[in-house]
């Protein structure tokens, strides 16, 4: 999720040209854009379509009375361990967070232990996104199985990033490694992240060229998640919508736990994502970034569907340099907010956000981050309109 290659540049490339602004800004825009026919899919390999009924009892957040279920951030471990400074668990239990997401943890080591109990004393679960598809399909197979492996555009097996989803071995590999991860990784709410390759590509061999990102990503994904169901049968797994899976499958059904995890890396954060004319980075406009959504929805079930934002994100604002720290560019009212109605309006009820290299540092520069208790309160009390 944190791509260092994208240089800081990337963000003065941001632009808002506004078109007509004789009408609403949210109004016709479905107009800017002609959507394609839909594909009829293929029969689906597992039942779960977006119209089956959620079996919401093994859902963590089933019995949460606000409208946004899921209230998490996502940071690292050294963000969070000196709560002399910045006391995490004491902000989400004064604001009603109840998930957190660290990376970087020793989660053998006993200062992670009491962390991990006090959390749940705290009534916050833990969870962990990462990028795992190196540890599904170890780069070091390559030598001995380059069919596991992705083929680039010029035919050759690379192992440079994610591998061959119709290499039946490279599957009977993930699902072995998944039972494995998994056991190491136990997220209390029964949600697993095992994204793939950050901005890896994918394979172009003769049995994948016809496939996209998403699907090449879900082929995996849905082997991951019936791994996943052999230790914890309450498992869901996230589909990402990133970087180049920002186009939803086409030909390939999720099995009916997975989630959809939308997270709209390329947008621009001055403006709402209602405002549909903003251009991000990547020619990402916020107008792509809705369609994509509903498109999304149309394939993953809106009540398990999750938003994995930016808005705190200080490593993406301070360009992934921890020694020049940047102060987030909060913008409550004006963006916040507006989002939150966007995204309540589609449905989703599950939101979490970044806020990585918001840690002791960060206090020491700009004094105690109130953003984190502006974005906790206004999810805990959200009212949707
Ligand atoms: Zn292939």
């Known amino acids: 999720m944190i791509l260092p290659f994208i240089s800081v540049l990337l963000f003065s490339l941001v632009s808002c040209t506004q078109p007509d602004m004789t009408t609403d800004a949210t109004e016709g825009w479905e107009d800017m854009f002609k959507p394609e026919e839909p594909e009829e899919p293929e029969e689906p390999d597992t039942p779960g379509t977006p119209d089956d009924p959620v079996d919401d009892t093994k859902d963590v957040y089933a019995d949460e009375e606000s409208f946004f279920k899921m209230r998490g951030l996502v940071m690292g471990w050294s963000d969070v361990n000196d709560p002399k400074v910045l006391d995490y668990i004491k902000i989400a239990k004064e604001n009603g967070l109840n998930t ?23 009534g916050i679960f833990l969870e962990y996104e990462e ?29 440079d990033a994610n591998g061959c989803p119709s290499s039946e071995g490279a599957l009977a590999e993930v699902y072995k490694n998944a039972i494995d991860i998994g056991k190491r990784y136990n997220p209390t709410n029964n949600r697993y992240y095992f994204w793939l390759d950050d901005g ?147 449905g989703i009820r599950h939101i979490t956000c970044y806020c990585a290299y918001v840690g002791p540092s960060y206090v020491n520069l700009f004094g105690f981050p109130d953003f984190l208790v502006e974005y906790a309160q206004a999810l805990r009390d959200y009212e949707k309109k």
């Not at 957190?100 to 705290?122: E, L």
């Open 131 to 159: 990028h795992m598809m190196s540890f599904l399909l170890p780069r070091a197979l390559f030598d001995t199985h380059p069919e596991y492996f992705r083929m680039n555009q010029q035919g050759v097996r690379v192992k």
């Open 100 to 122: 957190f997401s660290i990376y970087g943890a020793d989660r053998s080591h006993v200062v992670w232990k009491a962390f991990a109990r006090d959390c749940a004393d705290a």
């Open 200 to 346: 890896g590509d994918v394979c172009y061999c003769d049995k994948c060229k016809e496939l996209n990102d998403a699907d090449q990503a879900l082929i995996f994904e849905n082997e991951v998640i019936k791994a996943l169901k052999t230790i914890n049968p309450d498992a869901m797994l996230a589909h990402l919508c990133y970087a180049n899976t920002t186009d939803p499958p086409k030909k390939v059904k999720p099995h009916e736990d997975i989630f959809l995890e939308f997270a709209p890396f390329y947008r621009s954060w001055d403006y709402p994502l209602a405002d549909t004319w903003v251009t991000g980075n990547q020619g990402m406009t916020h107008g792509k970034y809705l369609r994509s959504l509903e498109d999304h929805l149309k394939v993953f079930p809106a009540e398990t569907a999750q938003v994995l934002e930016y808005w705190m994100d200080d490593s993406l604002f301070s360009g992934w340099n921890p020694n020049k720290l940047k102060p987030v560019p909060w913008k409550y009212e004006s963006v916040f907010l507006k989002d939150l109605d966007t995204y309540a309006k589609y």
